[in-house]
């Protein structure tokens, strides 16, 4: 029997394609992937700098990275906060895509990937680690979105009833990482569910899409040597 409030934990495939892949979608995938990761230039002083300002001071007195840090950067971000603009610059997995400093200077204007890259950025500036989804669906569709990582999963569901407080919902959805065994924690802003908060359905779930890449947005010469990501704490 469920409780009324509803954790969804889907697991992932991994980052690798649905399909089979040329050379040339190979050599595609690692160049969007180095676009992508630079873009979201979180060392850049007006990065940190909007970073900091809208995620706030942790209520914890140890002034570790918490959810509810993530939480305010998220909102501070989302629509209608967020003003959407379509590339027409399309391609198989997204298109030119803004610096998130860019984005910041600019108004909070862009599309998905811009989007995605602003809040992985804002994340990766407080000290929290993430990874952008791009996938591709039918009819030359395209998102993305980005994941913060959460820990296990007793600090999943932790996380998760913080996120059903919080927002007044009852659905999360997180999905599991192969690579760093742990949880990540959606940050689309144009899911299924009304609204926009963390945890919400993505527009395009990686498992259904016909391709979809992981871009890490976090250290990986720190992963390598601990075997740990940042876990933010939960209020």
Known sequence: MRDSHE??????????????????????????????SVACDYSNPRTRAFA?????????????????????AFDAVKP???????DPQRTRFGEDVAYASESIRIGLRGDCDDFAVLVAGCIRAIGGACRIALTYAEHGTGHAFAEVYVGDARNTIAASQYIMRRYSVVHVFCQYDQKTAGWRLSLDWSGSNSGQYPGQDPLIDPNAALRFLYVPIHSAADFARTQRLPVPSVP
Not at 80 to 86: D, G, L, M
């Open 52 to 72: 900091m300002g809208t995620a706030k001071p942790s209520r914890n007195s140890s002034g570790a990275l918490s959810l509810e840090q993530v939480c305010n």
């Open 7 to 36: 954790v969804l934990l889907l697991l992932a495939t991994g980052g690798t394609a649905v399909a089979a892949q040329s050379l040339y979608d190979d050599l595609s995938d690692v160049w969007v992937s180095i676009e992508v």
């Open 80 to 86: 209608p906060n967020w003003t959407y603009f379509h």
